[in-house]
């Protein structure tokens, strides 16, 4: 933003304000429209208040003490901001043929110009899923949402990706095997995310009921001490 626009159209007369003499303020010039020097920040604002509030009475603002010197804070009467517009617009045409072409155009600005309201046309699936989310949505105690995944109700979409998993995990202990660094890494990785419950240690499972295995990776170059470890679930597989 360049520039800003002056807060007030004209001076307000502050005579019958019954300001102290002894109070100092920050802009003895305030009343006056004139160019705005700086812009605070909430934080940086409530910073520079100091004790001290003296009210003037029913719709006036009140003194307010500041690090910068008393300032005036508060509703202004409706008067005091406000210009008063007159606009007048003389409109003459030679014949009705004018007319009626003037009225035609203005009819068709108003209707380009106007909202129309409509509701989104949803597919089968995008209205399941609306569904879903509000009969399934919770709420957490540090105050996000959470929501059961969706899954389609047929599961055998999903594939068999066992064998795809377990070629994965294979793959990884051999890296593990000649990069002790990586494989430190990758565990301290599973570990937090069993602990913050992203994921739970399965005892036994019976691998014929309906389940789909989530393969996952970290790039093959980990060659520098800088780059991160990132561990990458592929569900596409």
Excluded at 131 to 141: A, G, I, S, V, Y
Excluded at 164 to 183: D, H, S, Y
Excluded at 197 to 217: A, G, N
Aim: hydrophobic residues 40%.
């Amino acid at each position: 933003m360049k520039t800003l626009t002056p807060l007030l159209k004209k001076k307000i007369d502050i005579s019958n304000w019954n300001k102290p003499e002894h109070i100092p303020l920050a802009d003895e010039r305030f009343n006056i429209p004139q160019r705005v020097d700086m812009v605070l920040c909430v934080d940086i604002f409530f910073d520079i208040l100091e004790n001290g509030k003296i009210a003037l009475g029913r719709n006036r603002p009140i003194l307010t003490n500041t690090r910068l010197g008393w300032i005036f804070a508060g509703t202004l009467p409706h008067h005091a901001n406000s210009i008063a517009y007159v606009k007048c617009n003389a409109l003459q045409m030679s014949n009705v043929q004018q007319n009626n072409h003037l009225s035609d155009a203005i009819k068709a600005f108003w209707e380009i110009e106007s909202f129309k309201e409509c509701s989104p046309k949803l597919s089968q699936e995008e209205e399941q899923s609306e569904l879903h989310f509000q009969n399934n949505f919770t709420r957490l105690p540090d105050g996000r949402f959470g929501v059961k995944l969706p899954f389609k109700s047929s599961i055998s979409l999903l594939g068999k990706s066992y064998a795809i998993a377990f070629k994965r995990f294979l793959a990884l202990e051999r890296k593990f095997e000649t990069n002790e660094q990586l494989r430190s890494d990758y565990t301290k990785f599973i570990n937090e995310y069993i602990q913050l419950s992203h994921m739970e240690i399965v005892q036994s499972f019976d691998f014929s009921q309906s389940h789909y295995v989530l393969p996952h990776h970290c790039p093959n170059k980990l060659s520098s001490s800088t780059i991160k470890l990132r561990v990458v679930f592929d569900a596409s597989s």
